[in-house]
């Protein structure tokens, strides 16, 4: 049995000030990119009032997941910019 990948879509609601996360079939997402738009109209997103992006990663970095110390840490390395 084939396992599935997925991409997800994280929406930031400004109508409802809510933060959502779908899982998009990387299949689907790769043949289609134009597809988050229309799945977030169809769950009901006001599309002209949202800000989206569409990540590998399903959770949140944020003080309790990804935070080492004083800094965040992720794939890129922002401390040598500053």
């Not at 991409?7 to 996360?21: A, G, H, I, S």
């Not at 799945?39 to 006001?46: D, L, P, S």
């Not at 990540?55 to 992720?74: F, H, I, K, M």
């Amino acid at each position: 049995m084939e396992t599935k990948e997925y991409v997800y879509l994280w929406v930031l609601d400004f109508n409802d000030l809510q933060v959502y996360k779908y899982a998009i079939d990387r299949v689907l997402y790769n043949e289609d990119p134009e597809c988050c738009e229309d799945y977030m109209q169809r769950v009901g997103h006001e599309t002209s009032n949202v800000q989206w992006m569409v990540s590998p990663y399903d959770e949140v970095l944020d003080e309790n997941n990804g935070w080492t110390g004083t800094y965040l840490q992720t794939k890129y390395d922002h401390r040598s910019i500053i």
